[in-house]
C-alpha cells in the first residue's frame, strides 16, 4: 500500500491593508490628530567665522593669522570697484591687508564682506595701464556658507 500522503498546507490568506499596523482603540482614549508642520530653520554661521573653504585652504605665510580673522574689516563688493586692470597694490592700498591669503593651486587674497561672506580676488601677471608689470585681476568669487559647506560665486572675470 502506497504511503500516505501529507496534507496539503494552506496557502495564506491576503490581510487588508488597512488592518496591517493598527493598534485597536482602547476605551476612553483617544488621540489627537496632529498636523505636520515643516518649519524652515536658518543655518546659524557665526559672523566672525571664516567659511569652510578659507579653513580649508588659509595660507600659513599669511601677514594675518587666521585667529585674527573675526578682527578684520568688513568690507561691501561695491568697495572694491572691481573691474578690468585693477591691480593687487591698488586694492590694498584702498583696503588694507586681507583677512586671510589662500593657497588652492594659485595664490587668492580673501577679505571679509557684510552678510557673513567673503571675497576672493585672484591675480595674474600682467602690465598694467601704465605697461608696468603687475599682478593684475583675474576673477572674483564671492564665497558664503551652506549647510553642506560653502557656496562660490563667480562675480568678476578678466576673460
Same mark, same amino acid.
Given at each position: 500500500?502506497?504511503?500516505?500522503?501529507?496534507?496539503?498546507?494552506? &496557502?495564506? /490568506? +491576503? @490581510?487588508? *491593508?488597512?488592518?496591517?499596523?493598527?493598534?485597536?482603540?482602547?476605551?476612553?482614549? #483617544?488621540?489627537?490628530?496632529?498636523?505636520?508642520?515643516?518649519?524652515?530653520?536658518?543655518?546659524?554661521?557665526?559672523?566672525?567665522?571664516?567659511?569652510?573653504?578659507?579653513?580649508?585652504?588659509?595660507?600659513?605665510?599669511?601677514?594675518?593669522?587666521?585667529?585674527?580673522? &573675526?578682527? /578684520? +574689516? @568688513?568690507? *561691501?563688493?561695491?568697495?572694491?570697484?572691481?573691474?578690468?586692470?585693477?591691480?593687487? #597694490?591698488?586694492?590694498?592700498?584702498?583696503?588694507?591687508?586681507?583677512?586671510?591669503?589662500?593657497?588652492?593651486?594659485?595664490?587668492?587674497?580673501?577679505?571679509?564682506?557684510?552678510?557673513?561672506?567673503?571675497?576672493?580676488?585672484?591675480?595674474?601677471?600682467?602690465?598694467? &595701464?601704465?605697461?608696468? @608689470?603687475?599682478?593684475?585681476?583675474?576673477?572674483?568669487?564671492?564665497?558664503?556658507?551652506?549647510?553642506?559647506?560653502?557656496?562660490?560665486?563667480?562675480?568678476?572675470?578678466?576673460?
Amino acid at each position: 500500500m502506497p504511503a500516505a500522503m501529507p496534507a496539503p498546507i494552506p &496557502a495564506a /490568506q +491576503p @490581510v487588508a *491593508s488597512r488592518d496591517v499596523g493598527t493598534v485597536p482603540p482602547v476605551p476612553g482614549l #483617544a488621540p489627537k490628530p496632529k498636523p505636520f508642520i515643516a518649519i524652515p530653520k536658518a543655518i546659524q554661521i557665526p559672523p566672525d567665522r571664516p567659511s569652510t573653504l578659507l579653513l580649508e585652504h588659509a595660507s600659513p605665510d599669511s601677514p594675518v593669522a587666521l585667529s585674527e580673522y &573675526a578682527k /578684520q +574689516p @568688513v568690507h *561691501s563688493v561695491a568697495d572694491f570697484h572691481l573691474r578690468k586692470g585693477l591691480t593687487a #597694490a591698488e586694492v590694498q592700498q584702498k583696503m588694507g591687508q586681507p583677512a586671510q591669503l589662500a593657497d588652492t593651486e594659485d595664490p587668492w587674497l580673501v577679505y571679509r564682506l557684510t552678510g557673513r561672506r567673503e571675497l576672493w580676488l585672484h591675480f595674474s601677471e600682467g602690465t598694467d &595701464a601704465n605697461g608696468v @608689470v603687475s599682478l593684475i585681476l583675474d576673477a572674483a568669487d564671492v564665497v558664503r556658507g551652506a549647510e553642506d559647506g560653502y557656496v562660490r560665486d563667480r562675480i568678476f572675470s578678466a576673460n
